[in-house]
């Protein structure tokens, strides 16, 4: 993808953009061997850009994107017995990218894939308390009760947790639709909290990480990610 000269010569740390306008102005810049003026643009991945004769260096680029994943699909680059997995379905995405986290092949929605291990750990790190905010479908005797009771859970079989924050979003006689935030990613944690509450999961969808928002992407689709989303990323 083409760039402004300058902003290339910024990003490879070489100068200010303002110094990197009088440097082309003075002839210093060159693409594919001729005199670059001020305004021209390149592509890093197919120009030869140069600066005082040496090939301008940029850092690696990293790759970010959102996935919608859908249900049965499992959240691996291979499986062993021919599922369908998130790796075919984001094919086309340019890259090795690798899944923050994980989504069992039951649940569907919000996958993030990303080359960039850091903001990866930043992302799954409990100590950053990120909100993973899931929307359930949920079927039980007393959806009220069970509800109170997931409020106020710390622990989860014998192991301690965040509370969970726990909204009733729409009932329906013994189904119903709720809300439910996280901080951890414990294996398999919404599905398991609501059994231990007494309810059934009927279906559950992941609609958001921090900042990061499914929104109306179809499933089965990617999108790259926004600029301020992996802002967001890198400042955790």
């Known amino acids: ?22 440097m082309i102005r003075a002839g ?4 594919n061997g001729a005199a670059a003026s001020l305004g021209d643009g390149a592509d890093p991945d197919t120009d030869n850009v ?3 004769g040496k090939p301008l260096r940029l850092p690696e680029r990293r790759r970010y994107i959102v996935l919608h994943k859908p249900k049965g699909t499992v959240t691996t680059m291979h499986d ?14 340019g890259g090795r990218l690798y899944p923050v986290g994980r989504l069992d092949m039951d649940s569907e929605g919000l996958l993030i894939l990303t080359d960039d291990g850091e903001a990866a750990n930043r992302l799954m790190h409990p100590s950053h308390r990120v909100d993973k905010v899931y929307t359930v479908f949920v079927r039980g005797e007393d959806i009220p009760g069970s509800l109170a009771a997931m409020r106020a859970m710390d622990r989860l079989e014998g ?12 009932r329906k006689g013994p189904a119903a639709e709720v809300q439910i935030v996280i901080h951890e990613g414990k294996n398999r944690q919404v599905r398991r909290m609501c059994a231990a509450c007494g309810l059934e ?10 900042a990061v928002t499914l929104g109306s992407l179809p499933a089965g689709k ?8 992996i ?6």
């Open 80 to 93: 062993e017995h021919g599922r369908p997995t998130v790796a075919d379905l984001t094919a086309g995405a």
């Open 231 to 236: 802002s967001y990323l890198k400042n955790l």
């Open 1 to 22: 993808m083409k760039e402004r000269l300058q902003k290339l010569i910024s990003s490879a740390g070489l100068a200010s953009r303002r110094a990197a306008e009088e």
């Open 28 to 31: 210093r810049v060159t693409v």
């Open 50 to 52: 140069r600066v005082d």
């Open 201 to 210: 999961v009927t279906r559950l969808i992941r609609v958001a990480e921090g």
């Open 159 to 170: 192991e301690p947790i965040a509370r969970p924050a726990v909204t009733l979003v729409e």
């Open 222 to 229: 990617w999108r790259n990610m926004t600029a301020d989303e």
